[in-house]
């Protein structure tokens, strides 16, 4: 890598051209690509040079000629882009038909979502390659917030409502439950664990669609930050063991939106006891964390939905 340039430049030695490539995603069922072409006006404006594999953006509805049109070549082979980049931007993280191209040159930057702790593979691939890998996920601005998490964490969580309502209806398997309820039958119980980015995103659609919502989260702090935003439309809960086997009994929907970490250093008891009730009860449960720590569980009784 021959040095990142940091706001707008010219070319010169201190802030030289960087080749950005931009391979199409194929990882199974994904639809995204890693730049807009927005993207690629900021950046070819800049001086920088883009290269989009073919095809790229058809998963998201994005045409190559949009790319030309905004400064970008189109390369039809994927180890051209790999092979030519400073950077590599990417949505997901390589899988194994893209583990060869990271080694093709070992000056470069791969810049993607890796959340390597789901995969060994992926991070034994990296490691051989030798190249510096920037996972997206653990990028902080100097308040210590995650700027590119957080986008990811608001799809998630206004995913969840939606899909898990899905597999409450009976055409989504569920028992036959539509979720905002009618005039004379009531509305569904959406219980929310974790009021951070996905818990509120989450929130914001389950009240929406006018389910019977609630809340928990360990900080008091932020339950009063719910409180206050939602101005009543949902109900508020101090997470303790107790309070979540309690709201989960009779939940037709349990959306998990804590970190696993968090969770795990702190009372794992709590967590394993609310998805152990959420499987038993067969309630539809839409896991939010990346990492499922209950494999063997799932599918016995109701198949979670992951989101992402
Ligand atoms: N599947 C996807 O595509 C996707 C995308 C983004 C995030 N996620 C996952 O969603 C989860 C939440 O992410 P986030 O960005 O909202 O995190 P966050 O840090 O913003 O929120 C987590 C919240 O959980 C609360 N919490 C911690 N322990 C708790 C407990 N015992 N009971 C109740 N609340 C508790 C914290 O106080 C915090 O408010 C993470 O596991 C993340 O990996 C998944």
């Given at each position: 890598m021959r040095g990142l340039p940091t706001g707008a430049q010219t070319h010169t030695k201190e802030h030289p051209t960087v080749i950005i490539g931009v391979p199409k995603e194929i990882k199974q069922d994904e639809y995204h690509v890693a730049i807009t072409p927005a993207g690629v006006r900021e950046r070819t404006s800049a001086g920088h040079i883009v290269h989009v594999e073919q095809g790229a953006g058809e998963g998201s509805s994005i045409p190559d000629a949009e790319y030309v049109r905004t400064g970008a070549k189109i390369l039809p082979d994927p180890d051209e882009v790999w092979g030519a980049a400073d950077m590599v931007l990417k949505v997901k993280e390589p899988v194994q038909p893209e583990y060869h191209r990271m080694?093709?040159?070992?000056?470069q930057v791969l810049f993607t979502y890796l959340h390597l702790a789901a995969s060994r593979e992926c991070t034994d691939a990296l490691v051989a390659a030798g190249n510096v890998a920037i996972a997206y996920e653990t990028v902080r601005l100097p308040d210590n917030s995650l700027p590119l998490l957080t986008p990811m964490s608001e799809v998630a969580g206004r995913m969840a409502p939606l899909v898990a309502s899905h597999h409450l209806m009976r055409a989504g398997g569920g028992r036959g439950t539509l979720v905002c309820g009618v005039p004379g039958v009531e509305a569904a119980k959406i219980v929310i664990l974790g009021a951070g980015v996905s818990g509120m995103a989450a929130a914001t659609l389950a009240v929406g669609l006018h389910a019977s919502v609630y809340i928990l989260d360990k900080n008091l702090e932020r339950l009063r930050q719910v409180d206050h935003h939602f101005r009543g439309a949902l109900e508020t809960i101090a997470s303790s063991t107790h309070a979540i086997e309690e709201q989960c009994a009779d939940a037709d929907i349990v959306i998990g939106a804590v970190l696993v970490t968090t969770i795990f250093t702190g009372n794992a008891s709590g967590y394993v006891a609310v998805a152990v009730a959420v499987l038993l009860l067969g309630l539809p449960f839409a896991f939010l964390t990346g990492d499922d720590p209950l494999p063997r569980l799932r599918g016995r009784r109701a198949p979670a939905a992951p989101i992402g």
């Open positions: 080694s093709l040159r070992k000056d």
